[in-house]
């Protein structure tokens, strides 16, 4: 069902407290590698429509079947990289129509390089795939770094199942390196042997173990980014607790503590849970920041700087592009409508000083859970209504439900 809201220009508690469920990139790297090591159990996984898509996916067990991963895009990458490995299975993989249009060829082609059995159904290059499963000999492969680091996490997920492990050469420069350095770090968290050295990943081989092993996923950081903006644009005071985060986080958007300085954000650690506190008003002339290890939260800092007043450039978004929409067209085009004014190349997005912002704005989410939560803080400076809403289930199910708890005011449009 596809749900309009309208959120009216809202003062919020100075004081709440949310539970943020567990990370989709840890849940998920997690969730494939529970699918490979019988003896793991997880906890406080992620309750997203992506993580449930793949915990579905991975429990089906016909030797034959299609499965649709909808919008999906890392279930369609480590997926792809798991069945290839599972003897004796034949699926395909397909998804949403932008799924189709998102690319897939690099990963592939790196699987073929260790002996995979996979054909593109449609269209060279994208979904749907058919995927044929076998026992992979080969254990070196190279791939373009620069793309998506979801390729990258996909081969290192599979590799310890692989015969003599996996020696992976990284061409170019390598971008979302610490969503790399969390799939590592989650590996050796069950005992497999790793190194990243200068353009080469090694993983070593390793066996099924008896010894039960209990995970807990830490929450989502990428989610807390939108508490972020809600006390940066909120009155000096406002407290908002956020659970459970760790201040050594695997997750690369955890930089979120020190970006928020700059809007005056103190966030406070202790008891497995953040305090993010407005401190004082902060109005720096210009926010400058290369995003390339944390994109995900490029638009959020962009919709943040724009309530704020603040003039902001933006670089390191290249991945943006090939994410659920070209997130950076979106911006573009919805912070236009409330009165932006705002360039973007293929890397980057400038945004000049906004003196007000235009009300009652309808912003399009182009079926991206990112565009819809990014706007969301802006009702604390004017009536703003969200269309096609209820895309946030894709990350953050509960979002509009915590808005409500901490004090915005929602209502169907």
């Given at each position: 069902?596809?749900?309009?809201?309208?959120?009216?220009?809202?003062?919020?508690?100075?004081?709440?407290?949310?539970?943020?469920?567990?990370?989709?990139?840890?849940?998920?790297?997690?969730?494939?590698?529970?699918?490979?090591?019988?003896?793991?159990?997880?906890e406080n996984t992620s309750n997203s429509d992506d993580s449930e898509v793949m915990?579905?996916?991975?429990?089906?067990?016909?030797?034959?079947?299609?499965?649709?991963?909808?919008?999906?895009?890392?279930?369609?990458?480590?997926?792809?990289?798991?069945f290839a490995t599972q003897e004796n299975r034949e699926v395909i993989i397909t998804g949403s129509p932008r799924m189709k249009e998102r690319p897939i060829k690099i990963l592939v082609?790196?699987?073929?390089?260790?002996?995979?059995?996979?054909?593109?159904?449609?269209?060279?290059?994208?979904?749907?795939?058919?995927?044929?499963?076998?026992?992979?000999?080969?254990?070196?492969?190279?791939?373009?770094?620069?793309?998506?680091?979801?390729?990258?996490?996909?081969?290192?997920?599979?590799?310890?199942k692989l015969e003599n492990g996996l020696e992976l050469t990284l061409e170019g420069k390598i971008t979302s390196i610490p969503y790399i350095k969390m799939t590592l770090a989650l590996l050796n968290e069950i005992g497999i042997e790793t190194s990243f050295e200068g353009n080469i990943i090694l993983v070593k081989p390793k066996a099924n173990s008896q010894e039960s092993k209990v995970l807990t996923v830490e929450s989502d950081w990428s989610s807390a980014s939108y508490f972020y903006s809600i006390v940066a644009l909120s009155e000096i005071g406002t407290e908002i607790k956020l659970s459970s985060y760790k201040q050594n986080s695997l997750q690369g958007d955890s930089v979120l503590a020190e970006i928020y300085k700059d809007f005056g954000v103190v966030t406070k650690f202790g008891n497995n849970e953040?305090?993010?506190?407005?401190s004082k008003i902060i109005n720096p002339?210009?926010?400058?920041?290369?995003?390339?290890?944390?994109?995900?939260?490029?638009?959020?800092?962009?919709?943040?700087?724009?309530?704020?007043?603040?003039?902001c450039h933006l670089?390191?978004?290249?991945?943006?592009?090939?994410?659920?929409?070209?997130?950076?067209?979106?911006?573009?085009?919805?912070?236009?409508?409330?009165?932006?004014?705002?360039?973007?190349?293929?890397?980057?997005?400038?945004?000049?000083?906004?003196?007000?912002?235009?009300?009652?704005?309808?912003?399009?989410?182009?079926?991206?859970?990112?565009?819809?939560?990014?706007?969301?803080?802006?009702a604390l400076k004017t009536d703003i209504i969200i269309n096609d809403a209820?895309?946030?289930?894709?990350?953050?199910?509960?979002?509009?439900?915590?808005?409500?708890?901490?004090?915005?005011?929602?209502?169907?449009?």
């Open positions: 069902m596809i749900m309009n809201i309208k959120l009216h220009q809202s003062q919020i508690q100075q004081k709440s407290e949310i539970a943020v469920t567990g990370s989709k990139s840890e849940t998920n790297r997690l969730l494939l590698l529970q699918a490979l090591f019988s003896n793991i159990s997880l915990m579905k996916a991975l429990v089906q067990n016909p030797t034959s079947e299609i499965i649709d991963i909808h919008h999906a895009g890392t279930a369609m990458r480590f997926l792809t990289a798991y082609e790196a699987l073929q390089q260790l002996g995979a059995t996979i054909s593109y159904e449609e269209n060279e290059g994208f979904p749907p795939i058919k995927i044929t499963g076998k026992k992979l000999s080969e254990s070196k492969v190279s791939l373009p770094a620069d793309v998506s680091s979801q390729y990258i996490s996909a081969l290192l997920l599979i590799a310890p953040i305090t993010l506190t407005k002339k210009s926010i400058i920041l290369n995003l390339n290890e944390a994109p995900d939260i490029a638009q959020t800092i962009a919709v943040t700087c724009f309530g704020l007043g603040i003039s670089t390191g978004l290249h991945t943006l592009k090939i994410k659920e929409t070209d997130r950076l067209e979106a911006l573009r085009s919805e912070l236009e409508k409330l009165g932006a004014k705002i360039k973007i190349t293929n890397n980057s997005l400038t945004l000049e000083v906004s003196s007000e912002i235009n009300p009652n704005k309808a912003i399009a989410t182009y079926n991206d859970h990112r565009m819809a939560m990014a706007f969301a803080p802006l209820e895309v946030v289930s894709k990350s953050f199910p509960d979002f509009w439900k915590d808005l409500k708890h901490i004090g915005f005011k929602i209502k169907n449009s």
